[in-house]
C-alpha cells in the first residue's frame, strides 16, 4: 500500500511538472500577488468589503491558476516531446488527460480554499468552502473551454489569445446580461435591490448548471478530439 501512494505521489509530481511547465512555484506566487493587489484596491477604496467583494476577490486568482495547463498543456506536451508515447498506449491519451485536468482542478480549489481562509481570518467574515466551491464554478468553465480549444488550435499561445477575446466579450457583455442565468460571472453574493432574492438565487442556480453541463461537454469534445493522433505528432 505504501509503493501504492508513493507511485501516486511521484506520478502527481511527474504531470505536475508537465501541466505548469516546470512553473508551478511561479503561478502560485502570481494569484497569491494578484489576489493581495486585489485585496489592497478593495481595502484602500470607498466601499465596504462584502462577501460579495471576497468573491470577485477569488474567483479571478482561481480562474488564472487554471488558465495555463489548460491553455499550454498539450503544447507542453509537444515540447516535452511525449506525445508519442502518450498515443503509443490505445486509449493511454483519455487516461493522461483526464488526470491532469483532475491535478490541475485540486490544486485550484486548494489554493482557492486557502485564500479564502485567509480572507476570512484577515479581512471579511465569510464561509471560506461555500466561498470557494462558488468561486470554482467559472474557473471550471474558463478552464475546460481552454482545454477543448487547446485541442483544436494545438497552440499554447494561439489559445490563450482567443480565450482573452472570448473573456473580454463576456465580461463587456455582463452589465446588459445583468442578473440572468447566461452571465458567467454572476457574483452569488452580489443581491440586486431591485431583484426579490429567491428570484435571484434561482438566475445563480440556473447559471451554474448551465457552467457545469457546458464544462462536461468541453471535456467531452477535448477528450474526444485527442483521439486524433496525426493532429499532434
Not at 494569484?31 to 493581495?36: D, E, G, M, P, S
Not at 479564502?116 to 468561486?135: F, Y
Not at 485541442?151 to 445583468?178: A, C, P, Q, W, Y
Request: hydrophobic share 55%; charged share 10%.
Amino acid at each position: 500500500m505504501l509503493q501504492f501512494w508513493i507511485a501516486i505521489q511521484k506520478l502527481v509530481q511527474y504531470n505536475i511538472k508537465i501541466i505548469f511547465g516546470n512553473k508551478f512555484l511561479y503561478f502560485m506566487l502570481s494569484a497569491l500577488v494578484f489576489f493581495i493587489i486585489t485585496v489592497v484596491v478593495y481595502l484602500l477604496g470607498d466601499d465596504e468589503i462584502t462577501q460579495a467583494t471576497a468573491y470577485s476577490m477569488l474567483m479571478l486568482p482561481s480562474i488564472l491558476l487554471v488558465f495555463y495547463p489548460m491553455c499550454f498543456g498539450l503544447q507542453n506536451d509537444q515540447d516535452a516531446k511525449i506525445v508519442e508515447i502518450i498515443f503509443g498506449i490505445p486509449n493511454y491519451s483519455y487516461k493522461v488527460w483526464l488526470f491532469r485536468l483532475l491535478i490541475s482542478y485540486v490544486i485550484c480549489f486548494v489554493i482557492t480554499l486557502i485564500l479564502a481562509l485567509l480572507t476570512d481570518l484577515a479581512i471579511v467574515s465569510i464561509p471560506p468552502m461555500n466561498l470557494a466551491l462558488q468561486a470554482m464554478v467559472p474557473a471550471l468553465f474558463i478552464g475546460t473551454l481552454s482545454f477543448m480549444l487547446s485541442t483544436t488550435i494545438k497552440n499554447g499561445n494561439g489559445t490563450s489569445v482567443v480565450i482573452i477575446i472570448i473573456g473580454l466579450i463576456l465580461f463587456m457583455m455582463k452589465e446588459s446580461l445583468g442578473a440572468s442565468q447566461w452571465n458567467i460571472f454572476l457574483n452569488p453574493y452580489d443581491v440586486p435591490l431591485d431583484k426579490n432574492p429567491q428570484i435571484f438565487f434561482n438566475a445563480v442556480f440556473h447559471c451554474q448548471i448551465n457552467m457545469l453541463i457546458a464544462s462536461a461537454l468541453f471535456i467531452i469534445i477535448g477528450l474526444n478530439n485527442t483521439r486524433h493522433r496525426e493532429k499532434f505528432i
